[in-house]
């Protein structure tokens, strides 16, 4: 049908949507001009369509990872190789020393073999790389002795050795094995050595043999055939041929692989000349037409994508770069954002993605229709800085493998995460509240910047590229809740206003690209860190410009290892927690450091020490003696704690407990990557509690709210548990306590990493609002009600919604006091005999009965209620004598019962109402007569002019008599001058 006809029809049909969008469609549909389209081409365009969506969606997915896991081997060398044998579901690893590990298919390690020859059991040989036969079963593992075994798996014994193939010019040092699934005999394996020379075997019959048996060959067919490379060049073996290059001209060759669909030899080296070779295949199959890309600086490895026709390299000058096989002249695209040399690529071939690992340990995962990143990691990786990598990910089981010398890691895809609702397009990073406007606020991995009502749920505007491509990962508002800093991994914080302007960029990384963790707000200075051992600081009282470089720290470096966080306590006390599980406490004014605290030790600063601090240190009791053996082992500590068990993730200070000072108790709170919670009295300098939050769940986060009463800690499983605080280490203790506060809930808000938490009190109710890396970002309370995420399509009303009444500090759960009361040591027998009244009646006992519940939830409604009931109790004391407080400004004031009040009379007017309140009967009122009419008592007629005297009248009269003389003589003037 025509196009006239096509849009009438599918007006008619479809009963919804404009002409012109029927006329757009048909253009659509009619690529080739004809001027008509059938019913074959709508469907064709429309099952094209549907299938580029789907494409879409895929590249777009995300993939959830497990956390990192450290497989137990027995490897003691460098990890050369991971294969995946699909016949047997097993993998295979082999080390340098030639020791071959057998897993199976659920990566538990089965055996372990050495690989053994006669030419292998020299001591300084080394293997250098493995490939898997398939379509044969059959492994080929290449030694440093310029040989290559091939090794039976289908055999009785453990791996014999069928083939050894020697005489090779050179070292081969990389292989690849590929296989025609159509036609299994034929298949090839190609090498590079430290020649530079590239050579494949070409097997024709590789179902019957490899290679032919020599007729002066024993008949022992599980012996070893030796096959010399000299042979197979002279074309001896009919069922087998040799194509080889030197296009690389002596250096030495990373990497090989043959790829079907281009029928080429893709081979790399890290020279700049001849980097990436392709060797095609010609007609006669036996000769091979080179073309190469030059790349600066080389590069260390390469993929392919046959479907998107590209190549990925991983170059040295951390740039990954796209390329099309027939343009040699340029890249097609080039994705920046690795901070360091990239080591490793590969395709996630199904969703149409690349993975990228880079020197500094990040892994990134590339959308590349979009050409953008879309996940970084940066796992807990061994801190080694000299270390061999191998990246291999198995597509088919979502499993990463990354070595590290002897070290195998890996990284499992979780499940496909249920269509909930998101928040953000991407993973949300970073979370706050502005108290100022009721809003929230939050960030996520695409630079994008999201504002919400806390009222509602509503979404109120959005910044997207605040930082370009690169990830937002912290943010922070500045005392007046006025400006917004956000914190990105290309190394700048940028300091907004709430319309999207941006007013100053600090240059914290110098340039370069950097992991921001916290960004902390001061009077006179902003600090930034996370990916260094020093502060980065910035005075705002010289942003006299756009774009701010960061100032010296005057207290110079005190850390052994990068600083992850930071906290402050007005008026000047600072804290900053690093990698190695340290906290530094500084003085802010000053910039001096004066105090290490660690959960094995306490050191203390003689360097650049204020004076404050001084008097601080003369305090303490320790000897010189002791805080040199503590010196010593903290240093013993820090060299044993290469993999951050310890690491510090999170500081606060509990600024509500004011009166620490004078009663001890904890006034800092740390949590870090063992899932350890931990409670420090900074001015005794000494860990009073630790306990643990999260078992087994790796690194966790925390907040509190302002009153320092709850305590909400979140882990990478997406769980998060809320602790009441309020009674927990107020007082110091001579042993450290180990036992957990009360847990008030534990629920799983999200399905993956909890990557921030914000307690705030909009309308005097406490809430808890957390960010995930599953892109939501969840509103809940103390109470059981189920959380709200932001982005849902009906919006909330979060006075009504959260069934807990308002903030009330003065409400004391009696359970946390009794439990405190058995840690605390300090409480008198006076103190603890006021338990002995029963504070709960009979029913109230059954009430309390039903609040026993496991630890991972707890009722908190009821909880009030008791809690209630406690406070409106009157607290007898014990033989009337005068309750002290135990702690406090006012611990000196002597409390008394109050006298009982006598009883009150009501007063009469309520006694007998009627009498003072009864209504009185209506009276006959006198009626008011009616006044006369106007005309009735007006007796003369009024004249105004009886109002004035009379020489006043007549002046008037004179006055005008002298106007109309005068204007008449004005017109008679006037008419003569005319004339």
């Known amino acids: ?24 469609l048909f253009d659509k549909v009619d690529v080739a001009r004809d001027g008509f389209v059938d019913w074959d081409k709508l469907i064709s365009f429309v099952l094209l369509s549907l299938y ?19 497989l137990p081997g027995k490897h003691k060398d460098t990890i050369q190789k991971v294969v995946y044998l699909k016949n047997s579901s097993r993998y295979l690893t082999i080390s340098k020393e030639g020791l071959l590990g057998i897993w199976g298919e659920n990566l538990k390690l ?6 053994t020859s006669d030419a292998t059991k020299l001591k300084h040989l080394w293997v250098t790389s493995l ?9 080929a593992v290449a030694f440093t002795s310029k040989e290559i075994c091939f090794y039976d798996l289908l055999s009785k014994e453990e791996f014999p050795c069928q083939y050894k193939l020697q005489g090779l010019r050179g070292t081969p040092i990389c292989m690849d094995y590929w296989h025609n699934p159509l036609d299994p005999k034929e298949s090839i394996l190609s090498f590079g050595d430290i020649t530079g020379k590239v050579q494949a075997i070409v097997f024709t019959a590789a179902m019957i043999s490899l290679f032919e048996r020599p007729a002066n060959a024993c008949d022992d067919e599980e012996a070893t055939m030796t096959i010399d490379w000299a042979e197979l060049l002279s074309g001896c073996h009919k069922c087998c041929h040799i194509l080889q290059h030197t296009l690389h001209r002596g250096d030495w060759v990373r990497q090989v692989t043959y ?9 790399s080296t890290t020279s700049s000349t001849n980097t990436v070779v392709l060797a095609w295949r010609e007609k006669s199959k036996k000769l091979l037409k080179m073309t190469s890309f030059n790349i600066a600086q080389g590069i260390h490895a390469f993929d392919y994508h046959s479907r998107l026709n590209l190549i990925a390299t ?9 390329w099309n096989p027939y343009v040699l002249s340029k890249p097609v695209g080039v994705l920046w954002g690795h901070s360091a040399s990239v080591i490793a690529v590969q395709f996630f071939a199904e969703r149409k993605q690349l993975f990228s690992f880079s020197r500094d340990k990040i892994l990134r995962l590339w959308d590349i229709q979009h050409q953008l990143s879309i996940q970084r990691i940066a796992c807990s990786f061994p801190k080694s800085q000299d270390f061999r990598c191998l990246f291999q990910f198995d597509e088919t089981h979502g499993r990463l493998f990354i070595s590290f010398n002897n070290q195998l890691a890996l990284l499992a895809m979780k499940n496909e995460a249920s269509k909930r609702v998101k928040s953000h397009a991407k993973g949300v990073t970073c979370v706050l509240y502005n108290s100022l406007l009721k809003q929230v606020i939050s960030s996520d991995v695409g630079s994008t910047v999201s504002f919400w009502m806390i009222e509602t749920g509503q979404k109120i505007k959005q910044f997207s590229g605040c930082h370009g491509n690169a990830e937002i990962s912290t943010m922070a508002l500045d005392a007046n809740e006025s400006r917004l800093l956000t914190g990105s991994t290309d190394g700048t914080v940028k300091v907004w206003d709430f319309n999207g302007y941006c007013h100053h960029t600090l240059n914290a990384g110098q340039d370069g690209v950097v992991d921001i963790s916290q960004i902390l707000v001061l009077k006179k200075s902003i600090l930034v860190v996370g990916w260094e051992r020093a502060v980065t600081v910035f005075r705002p009282q010289n942003f006299n410009q756009f774009s701010i470089q960061s100032e010296e720290w005057k207290g110079g470096i005190h850390h052994q290892d990068d600083i992850l966080c930071a906290a402050f306590l007005p008026p000047q006390t600072l804290a900053t927690g690093s990698y190695d599980g340290e906290i530094v406490l500084w ?32 305090k303490r009791s320790c000897s010189a003696q002791c805080l040199a053996q503590q010196a010593t082992l903290a240093t013993q500590n820090f060299e044993s704690d290469t993999e951050g068990n310890n690491a510090v993730m999170k500081l606060c200070f509990l600024e509500a407990r004011k009166n620490n000072t004078v009663t001890g108790g904890a006034n800092l709170v740390s949590c870090g990557a063992s899932g350890y919670v931990r409670f420090w009295d900074t001015f005794k300098k000494e860990l009073l509690a630790e306990f643990l939050a999260h078992a087994g769940v790796g690194s966790i986060i925390m907040s509190t709210d302002k009153q320092n009463q709850y305590l909400a800690t979140g882990d990478p499983d997406g769980w998060l548990k809320i602790w009441n605080i309020e009674d927990y280490c ?24 909890i990557s921030s938490l914000q307690m705030c009190e909009p309308g005097g109710h406490l809430i808890i609002i957390s960010s995930s890396v599953d892109c939501s970002i969840c509103v809940t309370g103390l109470c059981n009600a189920p959380s709200l995420i932001f982005g849902q399509a009906s919006h909330w009303d979060i006075e009504n919604y959260f069934s807990f009444p308002k903030r009330d500090s003065s409400l004391i759960e009696s359970k946390s006091q009794e439990e405190s009361m058995k840690i605390n040591p300090l409480f008198s027998k006076k103190e603890s005999c006021s338990t002995e009244d029963s504070l709960l009646t009979e029913e109230n006992k059954d009430i309390s009965t039903h609040i026993v519940r496991s630890s991972e939830e707890i009722n908190f409604s009821l909880e009030y209620k008791k809690r209630n009931i406690y406070k409106k109790k009157t607290h007898k004391p014990c033989h009337r004598e005068i309750i002290q407080k135990s702690a406090g400004i006012f611990r000196s004031l002597s409390l008394r019962m109050l006298n009982e009040l006598p009883e009150v009379k009501q007063p009469e007017f309520l006694l007998n109402p009627d009498k003072y309140f009864k209504e009185e009967p209506e009276e006959d009122e006198p009626q008011i007569p009616e006044l006369p009419l106007l005309s009735e008592t007006l007796k003369a007629v009024f004249d105004e002019k009886n109002l004035f005297p009379k020489g006043i009248l007549d002046h008037e009269r004179q006055d005008k008599q002298l106007c109309q003389e005068t204007s008449g003589e004005v017109k008679i003037k006037r008419n003569k001058k005319q004339l």
């Open 259 to 267: 790829n079907a669909s281009l029928d080429a030899f893709i081979s």
């Open 131 to 139: 490939v898997s036969l398939e379509n044969v079963n059959k492994i």
């Open 1 to 24: 049908m025509a196009r006239e006809e096509f849009i009438q029809k599918m007006t008619e049909t479809v009963g919804w949507g404009t002409e012109e969008e029927f006329g757009e």
């Open 730 to 753: 107020t007082n110091s203790t001579e042993i450290k306590i180990t036992q957990s506060p009360p847990l008030l809930r534990s629920f799983q808000p999200h399905e993956d990493r």
């Open 587 to 618: 003085n802010s004014s000053t910039e001096n450091a004066h105090h290490v605290l660690h959960p094995d030790y306490q050191r203390q600063l003689t360097s650049k020490l204020d004076p404050e601090a001084q008097k601080l240190n003369t």
């Open 314 to 322: 991983a170059g040295i000058d951390n740039k990954v770069c796209l």
């Open 110 to 115: 089965q055996e372990s073999l050495p690989i």
């Open 52 to 70: 580029e969506r789907e494409e879409r969606t895929k590249a777009t997915v995300v993939p959830q990872w497990k956390d990192l896991e450290f």
